[in-house]
């Protein structure tokens, strides 16, 4: 993904991000936890009809099935729940996709659409995490147009690619992320933030006489990480060290 290249759609979700912020109030207010504490299903299952999730696409030949798999997901662990689940069949990972046997592919997708790839270990970890007490007084950074918001998130050296996977909220907007990097920083940060590696964000934002200052473009961003879920892909700009996470400059879904 070039992060140069801004389109029309990225510029204008931007700037809804001021409106979507007492949506999201509302939508954590009345969000059970444990919906954000799980990932999604294999397959989802719409009106009877498979939809992409985990496994992103599939093809039968012969009495074999293929699935692709989401980029950041261990095809082993995949490979050894549906083992563990579908009774009568035989899954194993070839060249990065999981070949099935033993079922045709119209009966294993709704099989498939039973089975959540749970990260309750992760979500764990992130619960452990208390928030930085000394990290209220604001962000350094000023992202005042959405061109600076642009020019920001194309620094590769200090930039990650990341899927969320669990979510802690303290006093909105304040939300500490677990993300799991897709692709990490090429700077001095790369030795930390690896990818594969699962690393817990602070969204910062910039207040003015004690408040959040809403008209900065960056505080608008940022409030989206109030409202993410297990599975968004996430592009952060990472900033100084926290206690046992790392401040997020700018934290924005994709």
């Known amino acids: ?56 696409s599939w093809s039968q030949k012969g009495s074999k099935s293929t699935f692709t798999v989401r980029d950041g997901e261990d095809p082993r662990e995949i490979v050894e729940l549906i083992n563990e689940e579908i009774s009568g069949v035989k899954a194993k990972v070839r060249a990065g996709k999981i070949q099935i046997k033993g079922k045709p592919l119209n009966e294993l997708l ?17 619960a452990s995490v208390s928030f930085d007490a000394d990290f209220d007084s604001g962000s350094s950074l000023r992202a005042k147009k959405v061109a600076d918001v642009n020019k920001l998130l194309s620094d590769a050296k200090v930039v990650a690619i990341g899927k969320v996977l669990g979510v802690q909220r303290g006093k909105f907007p304040r939300t500490l992320v677990m993300v799991q990097i897709l692709r990490g920083p090429k700077g001095t940060l790369s030795t930390s933030i690896k990818k594969g590696g699962k690393i817990k964000f602070e969204p910062s934002f910039t207040r003015k006489q004690g408040q959040v200052d809403w008209e900065i473009p960056s505080n608008q961003v940022n409030a989206g990480a109030w409202y993410t879920r297990p599975g968004d892909k996430v592009v952060i700009r990472i900033g100084h060290a926290l206690k046992g996470a790392y401040e997020a400059e700018l934290f924005e879904r994709r």
């Open 1 to 56: 993904m070039n992060f140069g290249n801004i389109n029309v759609t990225k510029t204008e979700r931007r700037s809804r991000y001021a409106l979507s912020v007492a949506i999201g109030v509302l939508l954590a207010a009345i969000t059970p936890l444990s919906q954000y504490a799980f990932a999604e299903h294999l397959v989802k299952m719409d009106e009877g009809q498979a939809q992409a999730s985990v496994l992103t």
């Open 110 to 126: 709704p099989l498939l659409a039973e089975i959540n790839l749970e990260e309750e270990e992760d979500f764990g970890a992130l």
